[in-house]
Every structure is written in C-alpha cells, then in structure tokens.
C-alpha cells in the first residue's frame, strides 16, 4: 500500500493528458457566499480520478466531501480552478454523470420498472423495455418490476437505485452516502453487490462516505480530505484483491493509516 501526496498544483494548464485520466480536478476552490459571511469550503483540491476506478472520498464531517462531489458532477460551480472530464470542462450537469444517493432518491409512486425506465425519456416502448429489464437483471429485482417502493425492502429499493443510476448509461456515478439509510446487515450485502455492478459494467465511481472500513473494502484508492477549507491530504492505493476480507493485515493497516491522518486532522 503506498499514499501519494496531492497531485502537485498544475499551472494554467491542467495536465489533462495523464494516460487513463478520466477526471482532473485542480486547484478547486469554492466558496458559498452567504448573508453574514462567506463559507470558504474547498481550497486548492487536487485529484485525478482514472477511467474505470473505484475511487473513495473520506474525510471529517462537513469537510466538504459532497460540495467536491457536486462540483464534480456539475451540479455546483467553483470559484476558481478547473475540473475536466475527458479533457472538457465542466460547467453544468450532464446525463453521462449520475448520482446514487439513499434509497429516497426513488418515486414512491412509480413502480420498479417506471422508475428505472424514468430517465431514459421518450423512445420505442419495445427499447425502453429491453433497457429496463436489462438493468433489473444486473441488479437480481426480476419478477419485482411491477412491485411499488413501498412493497420493497430497503436493499431492494437501494438496488431500484442503482438500475435507475446505471440505465442512462453513464459514466460516471456519483455515490454519495448510498448506503447511509440501510440497516448494517443490507449494508454489507448492498457493498458486496455494487463491487460485482462496478465489475460487470465497467464505470468509473466515486464514493464519499463517513465509513473508512466501507471506503477500504470498495475502493481501489482512497482520498483523504482535510478538514475544511479542505484540500487532498493525500490519496492511499489499495493492493488489496476483492473480495476483501477486514482482517486482513492490510486491510487493518489501510484503516489505521486513514484513522491517523483523519486524527491529525481533528487535533490541528
Ligand atoms: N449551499 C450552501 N450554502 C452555504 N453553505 C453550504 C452550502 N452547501 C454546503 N455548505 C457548507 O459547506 C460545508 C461542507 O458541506 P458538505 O455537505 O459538502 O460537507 P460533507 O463533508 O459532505 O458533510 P458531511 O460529513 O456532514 O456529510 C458545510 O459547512 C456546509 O454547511
């Protein structure tokens, strides 16, 4: 296992080039401006996600983890620096980009197949169905397409989620606490599910999260955030092959690291 410091800042030109880069975030500033006084909430990030990779984002509570993910998405404007997908930078949400969040995310009132088949928008119902059904079978719902929210369990609903997320074809997806409404036994279950979807579909995904064991048992690499105004801390390669067990030395040492740069952190 090895930490990289932050990527070194980049001049005016960001390094886009970098072979398998698929995200380059540089010298990320933003700041909410609000009545009483500016929230300076990331300063100087630095982070290069690559095509394919599970990437995990930690760090202290209200560090910014999911300002950095929005602005990343294009949900959220930054104040100053540069973030490029694919060499193109980003200025506003795109369909290629989506977000998992809680199981909240899913119409109450729409059943498993319209909410899996609500982003596709307008097209042959015979194409919409071979869509839908597609991604009901990646994610093990087949026989539930008719069920409503309400008749599914909350890994159920998780996994309606993920078939929504993944059914635009995206590349990229955004999971911002996805797991944070589940009870600890769905939990285990669902992150054992999407390192197999990550697998099977080949996106590249980016996971904030509270939970540093959940972090080192998903990702191929973990960044650590300062506390805010935050930046990179540094970023830890997990050599670790899946699935991965929590006892394993590595593993362990993974989780002391992060608690230790975390524990830094909290007493500056
Ligand atoms: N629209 C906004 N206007 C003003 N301040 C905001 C806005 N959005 C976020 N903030 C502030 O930015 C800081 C970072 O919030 P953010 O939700 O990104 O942190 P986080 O690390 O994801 O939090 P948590 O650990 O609680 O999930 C917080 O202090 C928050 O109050």
Known sequence: MSATEPEARQGAEPRTMQAGAKIVVRDVRKT???KKEDVNVLDGVDLTVREGEFLAIVGPSGCGKSTLLNCMAGFERITSGSIRIDSEEIERPSPKRVFVFQ????FPWY??????GFGLGKMPFDKKHEIVMRYIALVGLEGFEKA??????????QRVEFARAL???PDVLFLDEPFGALDAFTRLE????????WKETGKTCILVTH?????VELADRVAVMTRRPARIHSVLDNPLERPRDSDQPVFRELKDQIFEI???ERRV
């Not at 059943?111 to 899996?116: A, F, P, R, Y």
């Not at 669902?190 to 979807?197: A, D, L």
């Open 262 to 264: 975390l524990g830094v």
């Open 148 to 157: 409503f929210p309400a008749e599914l369990s909350g890994g159920m609903k």
């Open 111 to 116: 059943s498993v197949w319209d909410n899996i």
């Open 103 to 106: 199981e909240t995310g899913i």
């Open 32 to 34: 909410f401006p609000t």
């Open 167 to 169: 059914a635009v074809e």
């Open 190 to 197: 669902m992150r054992r599910e999407i390192v197999r979807i």
């Open 211 to 215: 939970d540093v064991e959940e972090a």
